[in-house]
């Protein structure tokens, strides 16, 4: 396929207000949009803004309480504590522009075998409530329209965040028709974790060599499936603040480049989201991210 014809989805252009010295580093979203273009791994006319998703698509995966206190703003503190981000009308819009622009990259990687947003990845997100940054299931919302639609029949999610995806499998995790991988931190939040279709935990300390060998075991016994989600969060670095292993930038690029050549070797689309990362310095999570995005065009540009 011609890389320059994939397209690919941003919430960048959505400030979202932060208090000062909040912890959640929101830059890291433009900054990952301004090395992927000065690198020239993509053109700016590749991105496009990400759509705001449809309400009617939210509540497929998430209750009407929920969506809409989140879009009125009338939640209480309480159910909004655990998101960690204060709720702001611009945070609502944010949140739709990420789920819109997944659920947009799931339908272009359908016709186009691969796209991706830059931002994303949002798996602690639940039916009825939103914690660890996340507010609406950007993995949900898709897989539900794209299984009602019948576009697919079976969606395989591969979830490579050190962070379980407990939200994707409370939602998710009984559906035949979804099959979802989580490897992730056996130490690292959630601390109680969700039962997935296949959990693989990892022990603190985890090293390249343990980590791609725990994944290619996992990759092997993985059932067919006519779509891939790849969560691709780079909290696996060694480096970072919130992760509890210690990969390096060459461990996850062999990490990527496996994802990616099992989703070539199925013929399999693969939709990605960027999921978590948060090094000091940012600049060392955007780096890997980039990195994903440079694996990708080797593996799918031609
Ligand atoms: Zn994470």
């Known amino acids: 396929m011609d890389w320059s014809n994939l397209k690919f989805f941003t919430t960048h ?41 449809e309400i009617h698509d939210l509540l497929l995966a998430h209750d009407e309480r929920y969506v809409f206190g989140m879009r009125d703003g009338t939640l209480p503190a309480s159910e ?54 996340c507010i609406f299931n950007d993995f949900a919302v898709a897989a539900l329209k794209l299984l009602s639609a019948k576009r697919v029949k079976k969606i395989l999610i591969i979830d490579l965040d050190v962070h379980q995806g407990n939200g994707n499998s409370s939602i998710m995790g009984q559906r035949d028709d979804v099959f979802i991988l989580s490897l992730h931190g056996e130490r690292n939040y959630p601390f109680r974790k969700e039962k997935s279709h296949l959990d693989v935990p990892l022990p603190e300390g985890t090293s390249d060599e343990k980590y791609l060998s725990a994944l290619s075991d996992a990759l092997k016994i993985l059932p067919d499936a006519d779509m891939i989600f790849y969560q691709a969060g780079v909290d696996v670095l060694k480096e970072d603040k919130l992760g509890t292993f210690a990969m390096t930038f060459e461990g996850i690029k062999s990490r990527d480049r496996m994802v990616f050549e099992f989703a070539r070797k199925r013929n399999a689309p693969l939709a990605m989201a960027i999921g978590g990362g948060y090094a000091q310095p940012i600049e060392l999570t955007v780096e890997a991210y980039a990195n994903t995005f440079s694996e990708a065009k080797k593996n799918y540009g031609r």
């Not at 912890?23 to 301004?34: A, G, H, S, V, W």
């Not at 992927?36 to 791994?41: E, G, P, T």
């Open 13 to 53: 252009q959505h400030e979202v207000p932060l208090p000062e010295g909040h912890r959640f580093p929101m830059d890291k979203y433009r900054l990952l949009y301004e090395k992927l273009i000065r690198d020239s791994v993509l053109t700016p006319d590749q991105i496009f803004p990400g759509p705001p998703a």
């Open 80 to 133: 909004l504590r655990p998101i960690g981000l204060p709720w702001s009308p611009e945070l609502f819009q944010r949140s739709l522009s990420a789920v819109g622009g997944f659920v947009a990259a799931s339908e272009n990687a359908i016709s186009d075998g691969f796209s991706a947003v830059l931002a994303g990845g949002t798996h602690h997100a639940h039916e009825g409530r939103g914690e660890g940054y």
